[in-house]
């Protein structure tokens, strides 16, 4: 059974670009959310996906987006990036549907806008 | 908004004794979760509570849910170097979302 893959590990941008992080999550789970972890801090909820479809968004704006695919795998995507963006971006997968089990944490990516 | 707060921000004690770290909030959870977090590494689930008052147990760790499900404790006895890490609590709301506390930076001397 392999555990939850995000790439890339580390990533380095300018204000104003666009980015796209991957996660793969752990085979048999159906869940994958997104946390964006600023330095020295709890990691914030960004979005949560079930099945293909949004379950539950947090306090960040339309310019953080995302997607899961058929295989479950997601995207988050940030567009127009600011210096506030560099931070830890973890995603999560569970299995069994929003609430009802444990979510294994990715290594995350590290994002630095300069 | 609902807010977790944890205490302390940081604490770096020998190795041997004993610790306790607090996470409050004037809000209810359905369920309170513990991590701990490894520089470069995601959180990794340490405990699940649930029932309010509930006390478990991982070896020389003893997690405590408040009986009103607003607050929670871990306990470390005999701190060992291997403990040295962030440690996070989280509530699930009733939309099923993780609230996250800030954390606590533990570090252990030899």
């Known amino acids: 059974e392999t555990g939850v893959t995000q790439s890339p590990t580390h990533l380095i941008k300018t204000r104003g670009q666009q980015v796209t992080l991957r996660c793969s999550s752990q085979?048999?789970?159906?869940?994958v959310s997104w946390y964006q972890q600023a330095l020295g801090q709890g990691p914030q909820f960004i979005f949560q996906?079930?099945?293909?479809?949004?379950?539950g968004r947090g306090n960040f704006p339309p310019r953080f987006s995302g997607l899961q695919f058929p295989n479950y795998s997601s995207e988050l995507n940030v567009n127009a990036l600011e210096l506030d963006d560099s931070a830890l971006y973890l995603c999560?997968?569970?299995?069994?549907?929003?609430?009802?089990?444990?979510?294994?944490f990715g290594p995350g990516t590290r994002l630095t806008v300069l | 908004t609902q807010l977790l707060e944890q205490s302390p921000q940081f604490l770096s004690i020998q190795e041997g004794e004993n610790l306790t770290v607090y996470c409050n909030s004037s809000?209810?959870?359905?369920?309170l979760q513990w991590y701990r977090q490894e520089p470069g590494e995601g959180p990794v689930l340490l405990v699940t509570?649930?029932?309010g008052g509930e006390v478990k147990k991982l070896k020389r760790l003893t997690f405590q849910f408040g009986d009103a499900r607003k607050d929670s404790s871990l306990h470390i006895t005999a701190a060992q170097p291997g403990d040295t890490g962030l440690y996070l609590c989280?509530?699930?709301?009733?939309?099923?979302?993780?609230?996250w506390g800030a954390g606590t930076k533990l570090i252990i001397k030899p």
């Open positions: 996906y079930y099945r293909e479809e949004e379950n």
């Open positions: 085979s048999g789970h159906n869940t």
């Open positions: 999560a997968s569970s299995s069994l549907g929003p609430g009802t089990d444990t979510q294994y």
């Open positions: 509570v649930v029932t």
């Open positions: 989280a509530g699930e709301d009733s939309n099923y979302q993780l609230i």
């Open positions: 809000s209810v959870f359905s369920s």
